[in-house]
């Protein structure tokens, strides 16, 4: 062989080896570069993902998340005992269930009445009254057992009941057929109210602090207010949109009411005067309750019978 075919060998096979090794560079610089992206975009996944729990917990404290779902037809009233704000009394038409834990948790008590309205008293807290269709009962041991109040009513088809905050002796019912009525030893003897008494009512309210002023959610007017004892009744400009099929009070906030609405939960600090929102925002609120001895506690039950709680006066409804 030739001294120039041996060089021309020699040529060509540096020259394929320096392109094998061009190749192999170039190869090993795509896989770091792959490797670096691939890391980059799942640190870019993670602090997105970061960003969004973040953002949900700790600006939007008003994000709802509910405790339970209540499976039942309707739900009718809402109660908070005064001895423990995590026991909860809840009536629908077919009777009572009760929660120890502040709602996560529900069991039936022994009652088959309708329980359209209830309140429990906020110095007896074993003192539990119902009303609703054909019923007016009592309990006197935490709802354990119930009995019929023997009363003066002319009838007991009650669609409003209202306990005083400030005297839970002093009640009010509105009788369907009847009109608006007034006790004040416990429920024994009534008396008819005056006047006009709002038609289509479902709920009313004592205002803390305020005896003489009540409060009425109606299916037709809205929410109507009476400053003078229910004798005559306004709605004025404190009307809530959508309306409200339930109240809740405690008894040493003065002129504080909560109201349920189709379009979230509210409050007034003026007696009904004005409202604004205690939030659940777009969530349709069928009932609301609070705690005697922290108003800051609300409880809440939506349409669908979702469970709700709040500790910082409806701020947040985390459940905690």
Do not use: C
Not at 30 to 46: C, D, N
Not at 87 to 103: L, P, Y
Not at 129 to 149: E, N
């Amino acid at each position: 062989m030739s001294t120039d075919t041996r060089r021309t060998k020699t040529t060509r096979k540096a020259a394929r080896q320096e392109k094998a090794r061009r190749h192999a560079s170039a190869a090993a610089r795509r896989r770091t570069i792959t490797r670096l992206l691939f890391a980059g975009g799942a640190a870019l996944i993670v602090a997105l993902l970061a960003v969004v729990w973040l953002t949900r917990t700790d600006t939007e404290p008003g994000d709802a998340q509910a405790l339970s779902t209540l499976q039942t037809a309707d739900k009718h009233s809402l109660a908070i005992s005064p001895a423990d704000p995590k026991t909860v009394f809840f009536g629908h038409h077919g009777g009572i269930k009760k929660s120890t834990d502040g709602g996560r948790s529900w069991r039936d008590l022994d009652i088959n009445q309708d329980a359209m309205g209830m309140a429990v008293s906020p110095k007896d807290p074993n003192r539990i009254y119902i009303a609703g269709h054909d019923v007016f009962a009592a309990s006197s041991d935490g709802g354990k057992s119930w009995q019929p109040v023997t009363t003066n009513l002319p009838g007991t088809d009650i669609h409003g009941f209202a306990m005083a905050p400030s005297d839970p002796k002093h009640l009010y019912a509105l009788e369907a057929r009847s009109g608006l009525f007034e006790s004040r030893d416990g429920g024994t003897t009534w008396r008819a109210l005056p006047g006009q008494a709002p038609q289509g009512v479902m709920a009313i309210a004592v205002v803390p602090g305020r005896p003489e002023t009540l409060l009425a959610g109606t299916m037709g007017q809205g929410v109507v207010r009476s400053t003078d004892g229910g004798r005559t009744w306004s709605s004025g400009e404190g009307s809530l949109p959508g309306g409200s099929m339930s109240f809740a009070t405690s008894p040493g906030s003065p002129g504080l009411v909560y109201s349920a609405s189709s379009s979230g939960g509210y409050r007034s600090d003026d007696s009904g005067a004005s409202w604004r929102s205690a939030g659940l925002e777009g969530v349709q609120v069928a009932l609301v309750a609070t705690a005697a001895t922290n108003p800051k506690i609300i409880q809440a039950v939506d349409a669908d019978g979702r469970v709700y709680r709040s500790k910082d006066g409806g701020t947040g409804w985390g459940g905690s």
